[in-house]
């Protein structure tokens, strides 16, 4: 994703993100539309930051980051 659509200084809402997303045919990992939960999902989640979690391990890898 990070690739794709480039952030812009303004902030910017998971509709907003979304919709820009697929305004430009950007499709998701399966070929599909971009959702608000989608894009919660990827900027909530730990591993695109990467931050690996196992049992009581944490590891974070800046080289692995998506953003």
Not at 14 to 32: D, F, M, S
């Amino acid at each position: 994703m990070a690739n794709n659509y480039p952030l812009t200084p303004k902030r910017m809402g998971l509709r907003e993100i979304a919709r820009g997303l697929n305004e430009k045919g950007v499709p998701t990992t399966r070929g599909c539309e971009w959702y608000t939960g989608t894009i919660k999902y990827i900027l909530e989640n730990p591993l695109y930051r990467g931050i690996a979690h196992y049992k009581e391990n944490s590891v974070k890898n800046k080289d692995l980051a998506l953003f």
